[in-house]
């Protein structure tokens, strides 16, 4: 069996070997491991990738991590890489980063399985019927904002969902579900964050006459676009162009950044630290 393990706990001697040490008890192979003590807090973050030969489950191997994690105080996650992630994308009308997410499953750079589109407009139903995969038409009002979020709640139970992605999703969610799924929603930002929050960014930004424009992946937190950034890129813009080329630039930055933003979540490389992310690339 094949294993990433991350964790994360206060840094002092002898973490790794402990580690190690039971990894070699069942005579385990480390194919990759990243590692990083952040001075600020005194935490120690690692990743680890294995395979295991002789173990048989999940649960045989985090029995046998499990006394390690209490000794060192570790918040610890052991995940099978033959289990496909799950994820959930919500959308609006723009469907340029919907439609990257689809296309890169479809190539296996992606490793992940959609098991729903869920969007308060009906553009994407063709999409989704093409792709294969469930449609949830939820239109959103000052109303029915909380109904439609109880909704997401039970979807996410049913299908049993890892992560949900805001793929343009134009609607913002609200504090409670926020908290409720911390580190497990990932939105894109047609901004480079903090630069022209807010309306129509690239007409801010055109105005400014700046010679850079971006795109922030980030992962959703009660205080609107302040989660941990995950992954961030820009582009080069001069005064020649407009507004369209501008927007139309940004759509396949956004794009890009969201794929690598959501790949690098569901391969164990992102972990929290506060306000700020570990991102062993």
Known sequence: MNFVLTFSCPDRPGIVAAISSVLVQRGA???????FSDPDSGQLFMRLAFVAPHTNSLEEMESGLKPVAQEFGMTMRLHNTAVLPRIIIMVSRFDHALLNLLYQVRVNWLRAEIVAIVSNHQDSAQTAAHAGIPYHYWPVT???????????????????????????????????????????????????????????????????????????????TADLDEGPIIEQETAR????????????????????????????HVEQRVMLNGHRTVVFA
């Not at 192979?29 to 590692?35: A, D, K, L, R």
């Not at 904002?145 to 134009?170: F, I, N, S, W």
């Open 237 to 264: 813009v001069n005064h020649a162009l407009s507004p369209d080329d501008y927007i139309a630039t940004g759509r396949g930055v956004e794009s890009q950044v969201l794929a690598r933003a959501v790949k690098l």
């Open 142 to 220: 000052k109303d029915n904002k909380a109904e439609q979020e109880d909704k997401l709640r039970a979807l996410v139970q049913d299908t049993g969902a890892d992560l949900v992605v805001l793929a343009r999703y134009m609607q913002v969610l609200s504090d409670a579900l926020s908290t409720e799924l911390r580190g497990r929603i990932i939105n894109i930002h047609h901004s480079f964050l903090p630069s022209f929050k807010g309306a129509r960014p690239y007409h801010q930004a055109h105005a400014r006459g700046v010679k850079l424009i971006g795109a922030t992946a980030h992962y959703v």
């Open 29 to 35: 192979n480390i194919s990759e491991t990243h590692q």
